[in-house]
């Protein structure tokens, strides 16, 4: 009986420093993690209380010499770990014309190697790679400088670096606007040194209330006498409302289309009545009636003459002259 007794109590003490074994062998609680390599992202499980080392060790991600992690490898994973950055060792050459640089980095994207060689991707430097690439031992990064141009916009003239190797791609990289204009044609290549002027386009409509000029109109009555003349009716103007779409240049009016016209106010024409009434002989005083006469005969008198310039604005045209008898005549003016 003494002998089962003391043989479970044995076993009890096997089971609690095994347990403490293991305890000390995997850590505390198990968390999720992520380890960001570089942009390479591998999900781990790692026990609270294990060094970032040995997360690596165990995810199979093999550190060099010179890598270094963020957390530090020696540091111990807390529940508050979310990710594990690593940080790659890298010996790069930037190239700039006939300037080479070379640098060392741990970590970082190509911008940031460009930083650290002391250029900036601004001023119409660009680079062959990617800035956003992370960087790689024994990478070469290639810089392009820009050309210089003399620019001459809103006012101002300044002097910038491009590399846009056309107008219209200069154009795109200012991001003028789309009725914006150069002052070379778009497909004309940039040149060192070349002078630019953008000119600011703006369209507008502008509706604008004109008047529309009566026109006179004469008439013949034989209540008149001849050689008389009365206004019978007074002219009035009539208006219209016209909308132009107006081309504004940097800020003043540079031109302007008529695009549409609408009445609203009907101009009322000016009558001038002239006599054709017969004197005493007979015969009124109509002018030259045609055929080379110099008076109307009895009997018959002016009941209107119409007047019909020539199209070619020489002040010369006829007059159609229709009769109380219904009959029509013309004369030259």
Do not use: W
Request: hydrophobic letters at 30%; charged letters at 30%; a negative charge.
């Amino acid at each position: 009986m003494k002998k089962h007794y003391f043989g479970k109590i044995l076993a009890l003490v096997m089971a609690v420093c095994m347990l403490s074994c293991c305890l000390v062998a995997c850590g505390g609680k198990e968390i999720a993690l992520t380890v960001n390599d570089r942009g390479t992202k591998t999900e781990v499980t790692a026990n609270v209380g294990n060094t970032v080392a040995q997360v690596l060790e165990k995810a199979q991600i093999t550190l060099g010499e010179k890598d270094e992690t963020e957390p530090a490898k020696d540091a111990k994973i807390t529940e508050d770990v979310k990710e594990i950055i690593v940080k790659r060792y890298a010996k790069i050459t930037v190239v700039l014309g006939d300037e080479k640089k070379e640098i060392e980095m741990v970590g970082g994207t190509v911008e940031d190697a460009i930083k650290k060689a002391g250029y900036t991707l601004d001023g119409g430097i660009t680079s062959d790679t990617p800035a956003t690439d992370y960087v790689k031992d024994g990478m070469t990064i290639t810089l392009t400088k820009g050309l210089t141009v003399e620019l001459t916009m809103d006012g101002k003239t300044t002097t910038i670096s491009t590399s846009a190797k056309t107008v219209a791609d200069l154009a795109n990289e200012l991001k003028l606007g789309a009725d914006d204009e150069l002052s070379e044609k778009a497909e004309t290549a940039i040149t060192d040194g070349m002078k630019l002027t953008v000119r600011r386009v703006e369209y507008k409509e502008v509706k604008e209330t004109e008047k529309i000029s009566f026109e006179t109109e004469e008439r013949y009555s034989d209540s008149i006498s001849s050689g008389s003349s009365e206004v019978t009716q007074e002219g009035v103007d009539g208006e219209k409302e016209v909308t132009y779409k107006v081309k504004y240049v940097d800020g003043k009016e540079d031109s302007r289309k008529s695009v549409s016209e609408k009445v609203t106010k009907e101009p009322v024409n000016k009558i001038v009545t002239y006599g054709t009434a017969s004197d005493d002989s007979g015969y009124s005083d109509g002018g030259n009636q045609g055929g080379g006469s110099d008076s109307t005969p009895a009997g018959r008198t002016v009941v209107s003459k119409q007047q019909v310039p020539d199209c070619d604005g020489s002040g010369h045209g006829y007059y159609i002259i229709t009769y109380s008898d219904g009959s029509e005549e013309y004369e030259v003016y």
